[in-house]
């Protein structure tokens, strides 16, 4: 068995740039060098969609859509270790988030910060379980393919975190049924990172760029116009410094320009600083940001375009196949171990 890599992205919402630039690059640049040594599962996770509420009625676009953001980044669906597939095709990940369930404590997911500002956002009416109970499923998705690499953004790192914790729970009571998940401090070495990314919103760049924020001002979506986009890195805030310098802390609006600069034009970070630092206009950082925003939009828009829907549904069926056999396994020892199937 080779090891798995493994990520998912939420289809509620068009992607961002900061899912383009924390889940989905860092994710293709291993199906691509590693895929051989390496088993990579990139899936849509439909059924977290409706967490929050959300149109349902675009919500098979949108999953056939985000898979089609994955082809478009790059996702080499010709080869055999990439597997590509929609979660709700594989009835083990809802079976065994309720085996879960009931051994998770009420109190660790109230602990859950996601849960927290997700939360207190929504009418206390549309709050539901789902949301609460979120962690529980990703935790199923992550363990049924007995995943070790799971690049995750900042934001998720405490679910990872549960994961181990619901992993270890169970194997230590009923025996090696998981593989436990790297710590997140292995994943980042693992991608070759010191911390998870976090692309911030333009408007506030105290929070993370998100795409279901209210208003979408400071996001921007990877189906946004290069014109669009332009208008909105332009908008950005900044600070009353006026002279630019990389400190995510005390100026996050001016540092996350200059980080998706560097992310979007595939320089180092130091080596973009370096060219950046002690400049006094804003707006040519901004101009600068804007450009190739622009071009990576205006390319990846064209490559959208291009991908072909029949390749695409002939992989995602023989990868739904074969998961479900891989997961319906995990999930047979599960149900074994807690005594609603024979002993294996
Ligand atoms: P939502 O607001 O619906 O939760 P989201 O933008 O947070 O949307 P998710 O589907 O929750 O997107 O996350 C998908 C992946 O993208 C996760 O791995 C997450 O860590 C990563 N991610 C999300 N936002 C960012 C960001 N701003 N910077 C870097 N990575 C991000
Ligand atoms: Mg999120």
Redesign the pocket.
């Known amino acids: 068995m080779k090891p798995v890599i493994l990520?998912?992205?939420?289809a509620?919402?068009d992607?961002?740039i900061?899912?383009y630039?924390?889940?989905i690059l860092p994710m293709i640049d291993m199906a691509k060098s590693k895929a051989g040594e390496y088993q990579v599962n990139m899936f849509v996770?439909d059924l977290?969609s409706f967490t929050?509420p959300i149109d349902h009625a675009q919500l098979q676009e949108q999953i056939m859509h985000n898979l089609r953001v994955f082809v478009a980044a790059g996702l080499p669906i010709d080869h055999d270790d990439v597997y590509v597939y929609r979660q709700s095709y594989i009835s083990a990940h809802s079976e065994l988030t309720w085996i879960l369930d009931c051994f998770t404590g009420f109190g660790e997911m109230n602990r859950m910060t996601?849960f927290k500002d997700?939360s207190a956002k929504l009418n206390e009416d549309r709050i539901s379980i789902g949301l609460f109970n979120y962690p529980v499923l990703m935790a199923a998705d992550i363990l049924l393919y007995n995943a070790s690499y799971v690049?995750?953004?900042?934001?998720?790192t405490q679910h990872l975190e549960f994961t181990r914790d619901i992993a270890t729970r169970m194997n230590n009571q009923f025996g090696e049924l998981f593989a436990v998940p790297l710590a997140v401090p292995k994943q980042h070495e693992f991608f070759g990172k010191d911390q998870?990314?976090?692309?911030?919103d333009l408007m506030e760049p105290t929070k993370?760029?998100?795409?279901?924020?209210e208003t979408g001002k400071g996001v921007v979506f990877l189906s946004d116009t290069p014109e669009a986009a332009t208008k909105k890195v332009m908008s950005a805030t900044t600070d009353s410094f006026g002279e630019v310098k990389f400190d995510m802390k005390e100026r996050p609006g001016i540092s996350n320009l200059l980080q998706i600069l560097a992310l979007l034009s595939n320089r180092p970070q130091n080596e973009v600083n370096a060219e950046w630092e002690g400049k006094t206009s804003y707006g040519d950082l901004k101009k600068a940001v804007a450009e190739v925003v622009s071009t990576f939009l205006t390319d990846f828009q064209a490559r959208l375009a291009g991908v072909d829907d029949q390749t695409l549904l002939a992989k995602l069926e023989a990868s739904e196949t074969a998961m479900q056999s891989v997961a319906g396994q995990t999930l047979y020892k599960a149900q074994s171990a807690v005594g609603l199937r024979p002993k294996v």
């Open positions: 990520t998912g992205l939420r509620n919402n992607l961002t900061g899912n630039l924390g889940a996770p977290h929050t996601q997700k690049p995750v953004g900042d934001d998720q998870g990314l976090r692309v911030r993370k760029m998100s795409k279901s924020d």
